[in-house]
């Protein structure tokens, strides 16, 4: 049984440390936790990476599509590797509605006005797939929330980061190992 882990992203050097590609940066630390891995190679749609975590097999997509279409990777990938969205898929993005530091994992929701999560619920025709959101915070003015997401972390931020990472990365494995309900229990709180 294979699970997909997709962190949301924009390629390039340029969004690489910015808030808006958390996803990517969770991705590169969840490949830290396995037995047998191999690096990120460029694929379809798509830099992908496999695994293999106590008997789980995991494959690793940072879509290179762009946020705005992110589904078009994880409709790919899914049909490459014949998985189903409601049960194998884990989809890792930013939310700037959390507070910094501050995660959730959830079976389905809204793309609460996230483009990457809007465009994957378009391409799938429901929005009843798990996701992990990892609170970036909210310090903007209205209106400047597009500066704000494709920024870099504050150096205090920077320095709680590799925490969250890890975080982030025990979430996803509670998920895959566990099942999405005692993930949820164990990591949605504060």
């Known amino acids: 049984m294979k699970f997909l882990v997709f962190g949301l992203g924009n390629p390039g050097a340029e969004y690489a440390d910015t808030r808006h590609n958390i996803g990517f940066m969770v991705l590169d630390r969840l ?22 975590h106590a008997g789980k097999q995991f494959l690793l997509v940072k879509p290179q599509t762009y946020m705005n279409l992110s589904g078009q990777a994880l409709r790919y990938w899914m049909q490459a590797e014949k998985v189903d969205a409601t049960e194998r898929i ?6 700037f509605s959390l507070p910094f530091g501050q995660i ?31 609170g970036i915070g909210r310090d903007f003015t209205p209106g400047r929330q597009s500066d704000y997401v ?41």
């Open 31 to 52: 490949r830290q936790e396995f037995s047998t891995s191999e690096p990120f190679a460029t694929g379809r749609y798509a830099s992908t990476a496999s695994g293999k």
């Open 90 to 95: 884990l989809v890792i993005t930013d939310d």
């Open 150 to 190: 494709l920024s870099p972390f504050a150096r205090a931020e920077q320095e709680e980061l590799p925490s969250l990472l890890d975080r982030c990365a025990q979430a996803a494995m509670a998920w895959a190992l566990r099942g999405l309900a005692p993930a949820m229990n164990e990591f949605n709180r504060g």
């Open 104 to 134: 959730r994992l959830r079976g389905s929701g809204s793309a609460g006005g996230h483009n990457g999560l809007g465009h994957i619920e378009t391409v799938l025709g429901h929005n009843r797939y798990p996701r992990l959101r990892v």
